[in-house]
């Protein structure tokens, strides 16, 4: 079976720094992909990790543990704009079919 | 940004009636896939297609029909709408099917 999950719901302030967790069991793991989502918008890519580290790419990072089924988001800097939702997904072998966990809703407030 | 068009935006119909939304891209991305997304559920997959003329099944397919005649078109026909099938429905891309996808804007359908 898979399963993933990450907070439902996270608030921030402008400017701060806020980490978003997303814990995976799956089987034929072939990567491990954030997306940004604003309400009522398609998912946008932010990043991709399929090895263990950290991927920095401007203000967001994302960072993989394979061996604990185990990745976070970091947002530095936060910008109003950055209100949206954050969706976890993992990579299956085979096509590359995404499965997406229920995403993290992220308020930032000024 | 990936040249994906989804239509309808939005439809509204009655429950029994058949539907088919459309999804179509001018990148020539061999990989389109169809999704559902719903409150508490976040994207499931309904249906993925890897070549023309080659599809097969995702997470919920039940109720739910492809056709993929062409590289740039990728229809999903519910076959008899039901309220259940009231869902905001992405198609996605992938080049390579081993890279993100590109969303499409999403139809908003309504089954009444």
């Known amino acids: 079976g898979q399963n993933i999950d990450q907070p439902t719901e996270m608030t921030a302030t402008e400017g701060a720094i806020v980490q978003i967790n997303c814990t995976y069991q799956t089987s034929g793991f072939n990567g491990l992909f954030w997306y940004q989502q604003h309400a009522g918008e398609a998912p946008t890519f932010l990043s991709y990790n399929v090895l263990d580290g950290l991927e920095e790419k401007g203000r967001f990072s994302s960072f993989l543990s394979r061996s604990k089924g185990y990745s976070y988001l970091l947002l530095k800097e936060l910008q109003m704009k950055d209100s949206a939702s954050y969706l976890c997904?993992?990579?299956?072998?085979?096509?590359?079919?995404?499965?997406f966990g229920t995403g993290t809703r992220l308020l930032v407030s000024p | 940004d990936a040249g994906i068009t989804q239509s309808p935006r939005h439809k509204v119909t009655e429950t029994g009636t058949p539907v088919t939304l459309r999804c179509h891209q001018t990148?020539?991305?061999?990989?389109m896939y169809w999704y559902r997304q719903d409150p508490g559920h976040g994207l499931r997959l309904i249906h993925y297609s890897y070549g023309v003329k080659d599809t097969d099944k995702g997470e919920v397919s039940d109720g739910y029909s492809v056709s993929r005649s062409k590289t740039e078109d990728f229809l999903l026909t519910l076959e008899s709408a039901t309220s259940s099938q009231t869902s905001v429905y992405f198609c996605?891309?992938?080049?390579?099917?081993?890279?993100?996808?590109?969303f499409g804007s999403g139809t908003r359908l309504t089954v009444v």
């Open positions: 990148e020539n991305h061999r990989y």
């Open positions: 997904a993992v990579g299956n072998t085979g096509f590359q079919k995404l499965v």
């Open positions: 996605a891309i992938s080049e390579s099917g081993f890279g993100g996808y590109t």
